[in-house]
């Protein structure tokens, strides 16, 4: 089987065996085949697409090329649950203890921020002392006994995508629907979960930036999680705007608090509260009680204590949670001011994510460090009307000197007009292996 005959038979526009797909695969990951034939290859399949049977089989090659979690030693359902990457998007923080405060177990690896997206791991790492680097022994141990417990990837979970997903990320081949759905597909089989509720985003702060293409995307997850036996759905939300108003780790993780205690922005909480739902409802609760255990949780407490529980066993000093005034905040400020009257009628939120990066809340690099006090809170957001001086933005950062650039590039980032625009809804479609509800 060569390469070259394999790179063509895509190029044509013909589906691969699972045998040649296999064959890529372990290639690639032994370090047999160079990168740029698989570039041709990548590239070949963002133009000509893969069928099903292509997606399925390149994610389980993608799944074998390393270890997989077993997590049947905890007793119960887990769920996970997992978002495309967005911006100001704390929901895992916010979900993942109403979930557990519900009864029903989380089991959570989770990634880093990288270019305008957050992630997980940076935003709760800026809780003084938490560690999300513990051993196999502790998770299970912090799963059984707290029903939560949230740490990195481990090393040798789906090597391939990793190194796959490098190459993508070089040669412009990330936005391709059977690429996307595959790399995250085998990093969230191999993390165990009975359960997989994902998120999946669409607009301008998106990887897919349609409607269409983020249900195709999602279609084929779910597609895919129920054909290894998972119990999959996905919302397509809006990433058109920010989601709630903070972005920048311990800024998000002071908004997570708020919105635990009932205090949270509108859009923030009510997405939180129905991916923590679905959860729910995967695990066998009925749909109306799902909803109405999450929400009794929310205004119960229950679900913020589920943090500081999170939080404790992890090592984190709860004091912050308790007290949000005292997690870290970076020292210069800085206000972005309307420089006319006006509706907000769109924000580029690719570019809020740059912004907060800019101001150190973001990496460039994988190996670049995050400040866990940087980034930025929106003080109005799209649809909303602005007189002209009015605060818009409040800017974090221990760089001083970002803080011009940064309002700049903020304004840049802004559209306005005269009429209020009309909102796409927050929660566009639900989709599962019974297809596609839109809302
Ligand atoms: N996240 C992933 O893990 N993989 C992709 O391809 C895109 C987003």
Not at 79 to 101: E, F, N, Q, Y
Not at 143 to 166: F, H, M, S
Not at 397 to 426: D, H, M, Y
Request: contains cysteine.
């Amino acid at each position: 089987m060569r390469m070259y005959d394999i790179i063509l038979k895509k190029r044509r526009g013909q589906a691969l065996s699972d045998e040649e797909i296999r064959a890529v695969v372990s290639g690639y990951t032994a370090g047999e085949i160079p990168d740029e034939q698989v570039s041709a290859l990548l590239m070949a399949v963002c133009f000509q697409g893969m069928d099903e049977r292509e997606t399925a089989s390149l994610t389980e090659a993608m799944l074998h090329s390393g270890d997989a979690a077993d997590l049947s030693a905890i007793p119960g359902v887990k769920a996970d649950k997992h978002s495309t990457g967005g911006v100001g998007d704390k929901t895992s923080l916010i979900v993942a203890p109403l979930v557990a405060a519900c009864g029903v177990k989380v089991a959570k690896m989770s990634g880093r921020g990288l270019g305008h997206t957050g992630g997980t791991l940076d935003k709760l790492e800026s809780i003084p002392g938490l560690s999300v680097n513990i051993s196999r022994e502790r998770f299970f141990e912090i799963v059984r006994d707290e029903g939560l417990a949230i740490i990195g990837q481990t090393g040798n979970i789906a090597p391939a995508d990793k190194k796959l997903y490098a190459l993508r990320d070089v040669t412009a081949t990330v936005d391709s629907v059977p690429l996307i759905a595959s790399s995250i597909m085998s990093k969230k089989l191999a993390a165990g979960s009975d359960v997989i509720v994902l998120d999946v985003k669409t607009g301008s702060g998106a990887f897919m930036q349609t409607l269409e293409g983020s249900i195709e995307l999602a279609k084929a997850m779910v597609s895919i999680g129920e054909r290894h036996g998972r119990r999959t759905a996905a919302l397509v939300t809006d990433m058109d705007r920010p989601l709630g108003c903070a972005v920048g780790n311990a800024l998000e993780v002071d908004e997570a608090v708020r919105t635990l205690r009932g205090e949270g922005p509108a859009d923030l909480t009510s997405l939180s509260l129905e991916l923590a739902a679905n959860m729910l409802h995967l695990a066998g609760m009925d749909i109306g009680e799902s909803r109405e255990r999450v929400r009794r949780a929310l205004e119960d407490g229950s679900g913020f204590w589920k943090l500081c529980r999170l939080a404790a066993a992890q090592g984190g000093d709860t004091r912050v949670l308790e007290d949000t005034s005292l997690l870290p905040r970076a020292p210069f400020t800085g206000e972005v001011r309307a420089p006319r009257s006006g509706c907000l009628t769109h924000m580029q939120t690719q570019e809020i994510g740059a912004v907060s990066a800019l101001l150190g809340a973001g990496r460039a690099r994988k190996e670049d460090a995050v400040d866990a006090g940087a980034g930025l809170v929106l003080r109005h957001k799209t649809g909303e009307y602005v007189r002209e001086g009015e605060v818009i933005a409040k800017l974090y950062t221990s760089r001083e000197e970002t803080l011009a650039p940064a309002s700049e590039r903020l304004l840049g980032a802004l559209e306005w007009g005269e009429a209020a625009p009309v909102l796409p809804p927050l929660i566009a479609a639900r989709v599962t292996r019974g297809g596609v509800e839109r809302y």
